[in-house]
């Protein structure tokens, strides 16, 4: 780290605002906190003193409120080692790592929403400053000078008021804003919802790439791919961190895994760090701050993973600008609350509710505040399997996740308690896992790794020893993208087919939007990747079997459906076949229904739940029906007879899935990924990276 001269603080004058003998000399390293609302000289004095008395009582910053000035700047504060500590919650704690303000709101909402109102821990981490060209205004309306460190403190106050308005119901609740010193040498800026101090914003304030896939090499992308040495930061205009910086790439990565260790999440959310890239011009899909931020995130977390008594971490990744060509996926009342979110910090009224000559909100965004139909949907990315719960062939269950990046394993015996989780040697795994049950009464997982240098991903699986025995090492399958630079590495999670010889067939879509396989057995001689037809697919297929054995894949398109079959005796599945079904959400789950299969989706724009029903080796539905009463979001397991899915509310409903249906049982905590059932129960994994089971039989409930 290299420190520099500050960067761009116009609105703070160069004098301290205290004499040198109003307070005692602060010790190295100390902090500098102050409230939203600059404080007058005199107001800031009084608020100083009691700031320390109370600090000093309780272990908590809080300041109290005064009249402000345009001239007025943020006190000295107190030491750091005063500032709000970290606030840990039942239930788990949560860390979102984003690039630019706003990735949260329009790419992570409703979760983030959904995590506040129910109480947990949430801490959210903007990599860089948003400093854009610095106007702070609509691009019809009349430009201002530009002025990045201004624009860069406009969208924090939009942030604050987002995130009190949501966790307060008031855009004004104060916040305390601190200065920490982080793992990288430097400073980043703390602020600390005091009327929920669990609620929390870090400002690491380095530059921005200034241009969605332009050639800019002082970005993250730069940083990353060694283009650059060192990337310097863009202060805010008010920012208690008053000192400017430059990180290299290493120190990046030890500020977030530091943040990491300071907070212990117990879940992250960050958005895609494989994109893919655009058809045609083979330009990138998404922004590259949004993508290589996700990278330093990961490698953040596996350099988080070895750090001795930290929490077991799971870890979503989200869908970012290529979401708003897709279907909706959220109602209109959940889109609706998103979007006044958004608006909040768009600060559509202009309303001078933050005090600030900087601004109280992005006015860019004032513009388009949904985005380019950004509000009305949330996706996840590899993350919505609903087959990672297995029966072995001596009829115990077992359950798969992944947390710090390893395989973990729950283990419930016929008539005894879940025990787990264990986790399995080897790291980098994605996401979520897809298992399958082999004719000899092993239990298989697959899923994707990661690694990150050279930067890749591939397919892999692990495969019991015998049944009921241990699990063996992780066997790769390579992958069907020939490198990073090609299409970012931009597969999806697997689904998988077993025949009755063992014969396996996984299928993964890749970068080009089509469905690739690979074959071989669970013992190796596994043939390379070749395509499986299809164009135009997103999402992750998912694969399942009827009664009688016969194999069925299905794949979602931006309007339709694909599906492709294989007779009971195995063999290369025929397809893909146009199935003719309405536009779904892209969320798929497939279960065995009757003498053929259930395809269950959600519809558009009202995250209603419907199943296409598929007789015995068609491609084609025999009917679609509706099932009421069940809207939210995400995937839905119909194993066992019992649908699971996840409610508006963000908690888990379910019913049983003959076709006359009945009420929505919602109970539980919020929940990573999706359910998976089975025949005795319903299984969900906490944002705490608990394993929790709801029983078949009676009304909907959580335990362990």
């Known amino acids: 780290m290299r420190q520099r001269t500050p960067t761009g603080a116009n609105h703070l004058p160069a004098f301290p605002l205290f004499s040198p003998g109003s307070l005692p000399d602060l010790p190295k390293g100390a902090g500098v906190s102050r409230p939203v609302r600059p404080l007058s000289r005199r107001a800031a004095l009084a608020a100083g003193s009691l700031a320390v008395l109370a600090g000093v009582a309780?272990?908590?910053?809080?300041?109290?409120?005064?009249?402000?000035?345009?001239?007025?700047?943020?006190?000295?504060?107190?030491?750091e080692a005063l500032a709000v500590k970290p606030v840990r919650t039942d239930g788990g704690a949560v860390m979102q790592i984003v690039s630019h303000p706003d990735d949260d709101l329009f790419f992570m909402n409703p979760d983030t929403g959904r995590t506040i109102a129910a109480g947990r821990s949430l801490t959210s981490v903007y990599l860089t400053a948003g400093e854009s060209d610095g106007r702070n205004a609509r691009r019809q309306d009349p430009q201002p000078p530009a002025d990045k460190a201004a624009y860069a403190e406009a969208r924090q106050n939009g942030i604050r008021a987002a995130y009190a308005e949501m966790a307060t119901g008031n855009r004004t609740s104060p916040w305390t804003r601190t200065a920490i010193t982080t793992a990288g040498g430097a400073r980043a800026e703390l602020d600390t919802l005091r009327a929920r101090p669990g609620v929390s914003l870090v400002w690491v304030q380095l530059r921005e790439a200034g241009s969605v896939t332009g050639d800019r090499p002082h970005s993250l992308r730069g940083l990353w791919e060694g283009r650059v040495a060192e990337l310097g930061s863009q202060l805010a205009a008010g920012s208690p961190v008053r000192e400017g910086f430059a990180y290299t790439k290493d120190e990046v990565v030890a500020v977030v895994a530091g943040l990491l260790e300071r907070f212990r999440p117990t879940f992250v959310r960050t958005l895609d760090p494989t994109p893919g890239v655009r058809a045609g011009d083979g330009a990138l899909s998404d922004h590259q701050d949004h993508m290589y931020g996700a990278r330093f995130a990961q490698a953040a977390l596996e350099r988080y993973a070895r750090t001795p008594g930290h929490p077991a971490t799971g870890v979503q990744t989200y869908l970012g600008y290529a979401t708003g060509g897709l279907p909706h996926s959220l109602d209109p009342a959940t889109a609706r609350e998103k979007l006044r979110t958004l608006e909040t910090y768009a600060w559509l009224d202009l309303e001078d509710h933050c005090g600030d000559p900087a601004g109280c909100g992005d006015r860019k965004v004032a513009a388009r505040p949904a985005g380019h139909d950004w509000a009305q949907s949330i996706r996840y990315t590899r993350g919505e399997s609903t087959s990672w719960l297995r029966r072995g062939g001596d009829g115990t269950l077992y359950a798969f996740g992944v947390l710090d990046g390893r395989l973990a394993v729950w283990h419930k015996p016929v008539g005894a308690a879940w025990t787990g989780p264990r986790l399995l040697p080897g790291?980098?795994?994605?996401?979520?896992?897809?298992?399958?049950?082999?004719?000899?009464?092993?239990?298989a997982a697959f899923g994707t790794r990661t690694r990150l240098d050279p930067y890749g991903r591939e397919v892999g699986y692990v495969v019991q020893t015998a049944p009921g025995g241990p699990f063996g090492p992780w066997r790769s399958l390579g992958t069907p993208e020939p490198d990073d630079a090609a299409g970012t590495s931009d597969i999806s999670r697997p689904a998988v087919l077993v025949d009755r010889t063992g014969a396996l067939s996984v299928f993964v879509r890749d970068a080009r939007h089509r469905l690739t396989v690979a074959s071989g057995t669970a013992g190796g001689g596994w043939s390379g990747w070749a395509a499986a037809g299809g164009s135009g697919v997103h999402g992750d297929p998912v694969a399942t079997a009827d009664a009688a054995g016969r194999?069925?894949?299905?794949?979602?398109?931006?309007?339709s459906v694909l599906a492709w079959t294989r007779g009971a005796a195995g063999g290369p599945p025929a397809g893909p076949v146009a199935t003719g079904l309405p536009a779904t959400t892209v969320a798929l789950g497939a279960a065995p229904d009757g003498d053929g299969v259930g395809l269950w989706f959600r519809r558009p724009d009202s995250g209603d739940v419907r199943v296409a029903r598929f007789a015995a080796g068609s491609g084609r539905p025999s009917a679609v029906r509706d099932v009421p009463g069940s809207g939210g979001y995400g995937a839905v397991s119909a194993e066992g007879g019992r649908l699971a899915a996840r409610a508006r509310a963000g908690h888990l409903a379910t019913a049983p899935a003959h076709p006359g249906g009945a009420a929505w049982s919602t109970a539980g905590p919020l929940f990573a990924g999706a359910p998976a059932g089975a025949a005795d129960g319903v299984a969900v994994v906490g944002l705490d990276g608990r394993l929790r089971w709801t029983p078949a039989g009676g009304p909907t409930r959580i335990g362990p």
């Open 58 to 79: 309780s272990g908590a910053l809080l300041l109290a409120g005064g009249a402000s000035t345009a001239s007025d700047v943020p006190s000295r504060g107190v030491p």
């Open 427 to 443: 790291g980098g795994l994605d996401g979520s896992v897809t298992s399958v049950a082999l004719p000899d009464g092993r239990v």
């Open 551 to 559: 194999g069925y894949v299905f794949a979602a398109t931006a309007d």
